[in-house]
């Protein structure tokens, strides 16, 4: 499976509350993520080899592009705690 990228204003942003801490969330297409790390917009590169990575190992990824910044999120199917500091 290829992560997915799209435009941050595609998607829907939020903030969750787990293991004791604030989290970054987003909803695409009824599907709700979990941000794996932001990347600078003059390091295209990065934020996609990590999702490519992620996605090899089975686990639904994808790419948000902003003026800002890249952002990489996985599905909330995957176990947070594991995920989130991957980087």
């Known amino acids: 499976m290829k992560p997915l990228v799209i435009r941050e204003t595609q998607v829907k942003l939020f903030k969750y509350w787990a293991e004791g801490d604030i989290h970054e969330g987003m909803r695409y297409e009824n599907r709700l993520f979990f941000q794996v790390n932001t990347f600078t917009t003059h ?10 990575l992620l996605s090899q190992q089975g686990l639904r990824s994808v790419v948000t592009v902003s003026p800002e910044q890249y952002s990489v999120w996985l599905s909330l199917e995957c176990h947070v705690g594991h995920w989130t500091n991957i980087c």
């Not at 390091?43 to 490519?52: E, G, N, S, T």
Request: glycine fraction near 0%.
């Open 43 to 52: 390091c295209y590169q990065k934020p996609l080899h990590l999702a490519r």
